[in-house]
């Protein structure tokens, strides 16, 4: 168990409210320290989120709740109808349901005072509620706020190394003949999920870290800042260049097998040169790819045109088919070829689309 920054903030948020009301004589100050530890957030703009939608919700169940004290003098009935009302405003109005459960227990809790004592609970309920409230947010922004934005370029670029270099081992594979064993294969797949996650769990944080939003109200790619779509992109990119290994290493195994049953003789010259035009793209692509990286780190960088590849392609293959008769298995190699060459090119493309964003 990690004992972070937040849990320390959490802490000296309870001790600080608790110690407020005692020296303001609010009473209770345990409510104080309960609304605390439940503003207390990952980023200062979930906690302040979290502050409003908690103020709108318990100055709604405060009015509710001495509304009904003073109206029906049975408490379970004002109980009941206390609850079936927040649970309508809290989904229907201000659309924050995960408010419901503070929302019903301070309307009960300041239900179950005496009759005579109603305002007088309420005014001091209220008090403890903004004080924990105003300590928790007031911490999580003065001490150690978080700054998720160098944390998770680090992990962007962790993920993007992860995936290149499986990309081009399985460009590697397919031209030397290296079928991968199917425990790496799974060990790898599982790597780079948890990379995955990991990033855009911190992509969320740094998204929230200052936006402060009431409700269910989501952002939209419309409403993304440039920076946020890039890192965004950037996410994608990676995924697509990790689904393009798993395909290139799948050619890989087929072709292996393939040249095993045919009995294959050594590989023709023109292959190889298709092989030679191959890797120099995949070079050029890591080079592009080693400038974007300098993007993502806000770092200045040099921009490539958009590579042609096909057009070089077009001609090595001209010359691979007249010396080589047209049979299942030049077509096989063909298509194969033409696989490898596509996913090259993406790579090449995507990365040099990105710089010039």
């Given at each position: 168990?990690?004992?972070?920054p937040?849990?320390?903030k ?7 409210s608790v110690?407020?009301?005692v020296?303001l004589?609010i ?8 609304s605390?530890?439940?503003?207390m957030q990952?980023?200062v703009g979930?906690?302040?989120?979290n ?7 318990n ?5 509710v ?8 003098y ?16 809290c ?6 349901k ?37 300590t ?8 150690a706020?978080?700054?998720y934005?160098?944390v ?9 190394n992860?995936?290149v270099?499986?990309?081009?081992d ?11 064993l ?6 790898s ?5 948890n ?7 911190l992509l ?6 200052w936006?402060v ?5 989501q ?5 993304l800042s440039?920076?946020?779509q890039?890192y ?11 689904q393009r290994s ?5 050619l ?6 393939r040249?095993?049953k ?8 023109e292959f190889?040169?298709?092989?030679e ?6 070079f ?10 300098k993007?993502?780190?806000g770092e200045?960088v040099?921009?490539?045109p958009?590579?042609?590849v096909w ?9 691979w088919?007249e010396s080589?008769?047209?049979?299942n298995f030049?077509?096989?190699?063909l ?10 090119r993406?790579f090449a493309?995507e990365?040099?689309r990105?710089?010039?964003?």
């Amino acid at each position: 168990m990690n004992i972070g920054p937040r849990t320390l903030k959490t802490g000296i948020a309870v001790a600080l409210s608790v110690y407020i009301c005692v020296a303001l004589n609010i009473e209770p100050p345990l409510f104080a320290a309960a609304s605390a530890v439940v503003c207390m957030q990952k980023s200062v703009g979930k906690s302040l989120s979290n502050a409003i939608e908690q103020i709108l919700v318990n100055v709604t169940a405060v009015l509710v709740a001495v509304a009904l004290g003073l109206t029906i003098y049975i408490q379970p009935i004002s109980m009941a109808l206390a609850t079936i009302i927040m649970i309508i405003v809290c989904t229907k109005i201000f659309k924050v349901k995960n408010q419901i459960v503070l929302a019903v227990i301070t309307s009960l809790f300041i239900l179950s005072s005496p009759q005579e004592q109603f305002l007088t609970h309420a005014i001091a309920r209220s008090l403890a509620i903004l004080v924990g409230l105003g300590t928790a947010n007031a911490i999580n922004l003065i001490i150690a706020p978080p700054h998720y934005q160098n944390v998770f370029i680090d992990k962007l670029v962790e993920l993007n190394n992860f995936a290149v270099q499986h990309f081009r081992d399985s460009v590697s594979r397919y031209i030397y003949f290296n079928a991968s064993l199917e425990n790496d294969v799974e060990k790898s797949k599982t790597e780079f999920d948890n990379l995955y996650h990991q990033a855009e769990k911190l992509l969320d944080l740094y998204q929230n870290e200052w936006n402060v939003s009431v409700g269910s109200r989501q952002s939209s790619n419309n409403s993304l800042s440039k920076e946020e779509q890039l890192y965004r992109d950037y996410l994608n990119y990676n995924k697509g260049l990790w689904q393009r290994s798993l395909d290139l290493i799948f050619l890989a195994e087929e072709r292996k097998v393939r040249r095993e049953k045919a009995n294959a003789q050594a590989v023709s010259c023109e292959f190889n040169h298709i092989f030679e035009m191959q890797v120099n793209v995949l070079f050029n692509a890591m080079n592009y790819n080693s400038e974007l990286q300098k993007k993502i780190r806000g770092e200045e960088v040099v921009i490539y045109p958009e590579p042609l590849v096909w057009c070089k392609l077009d001609k090595i293959i001209n010359e691979w088919q007249e010396s080589t008769p047209s049979t299942n298995f030049y077509m096989h190699a063909l298509i194969e070829i033409s696989i490898i060459t596509y996913n090259i090119r993406w790579f090449a493309k995507e990365s040099t689309r990105m710089l010039n964003l």
